[in-house]
């Protein structure tokens, strides 16, 4: 059975209906991570990425090429040590190196060498050609699933301004 | 700036005007299972569990209390050295007993324990009081966001059958 009418009808059958379709929808967006993730994975190992270390580079490559490694963490959202492991691993592909901080002796600068540079624009083309251009929605829908998603950032208080909310939200 | 503006601004600007707003839409559906876990996270903290560990314990709670640990994997869609270390640690909590499988000797079995039993009812119905109940949705735009994660996951054949597009498509 599906894992997300699963949920939906273990939550209805042991009495938690006010509470089915809110677990649906949060299998849903685990279930759809899963999949984007593996998805991208597919689309860049021909070119011996994952959408991990695209995530990486691409914040590289939209800041001047180069991020301390503490920053990196944040943008990422990811733990120090998954850090240290991709960027380790990147690193040995000699798509980055590792510079120290001019100013500050205990940070260290990730910084993208041209071949990371041009590998991060090919990461680019596959997934807006194949992922990014055509996700299953039309443009209305893609739309209001943007809004439906920043509504409920919203209510967590991930927004710090309403830019997204003005962005996406259906007029 | 939001991610999701500033992703959506950086494909604008460089010309993938046709890219933008799926990339907006799937940075949206990063962020909201971040946000998601890490509210999931602080709920269950005081009963000394992860979402990760929940998780877990939901897929046996709902089979009988027991799953072979390659199957456990399977279900949660996570490598076989993370289902190792995840099951150490509810194991270490005495919330799950490892036990050797009846007919097929080189696979393992997690059982769930009645302590692992009672706190996983107690994990559900935090999550149900403070998560599941009340996404920040009315109840049409969780059937609307359902649906629209359901026609993505159709669209990349992640659907074995059309039931969870029947049970939440709007009519």
């Known amino acids: ?15 938690w209906e006010d509470c089915a379709a809110g677990v649906a ?5 685990i279930r759809v991570r899963q999949v984007l993730t593996a998805r991208a994975d597919q ?6 990425l994952t959408f991990s270390r695209y995530e990486l580079l691409v914040h590289l490559y939209f800041n001047d090429g180069q991020l301390p490694l503490a920053k990196l963490g944040r943008r990422l959202q990811i733990h120090q040590t998954s850090v240290t492991t991709l960027v380790d691993k990147v690193e040995a592909q000699g798509l980055i190196r590792r510079i120290p901080h001019p100013t500050d002796r205990r940070s260290t600068i990730a910084q993208l060498t041209p071949e ?6 090919q990461a680019i083309g596959r997934l807006n050609a194949e992922l990014f251009r055509d996700l299953g929605l039309t443009g209305e829908e893609v739309q209001t699933l943007i809004a439906l998603l920043t509504k409920m950032r919203r209510s967590w208080a991930d927004l710090d301004k309403d830019s997204a909310a003005d962005l996406f939200s259906p007029a």
């Open 25 to 29: 929808a949060v299998t849903s967006i």
């Open 1 to 15: 059975m599906d894992p997300i009418v699963e949920a939906y009808h273990l939550w209805m059958d042991n009495g």
């Open 116 to 121: 990371g540079r041009i590998l991060t624009q």
């Open 43 to 48: 689309i860049l190992a021909p070119i011996e």
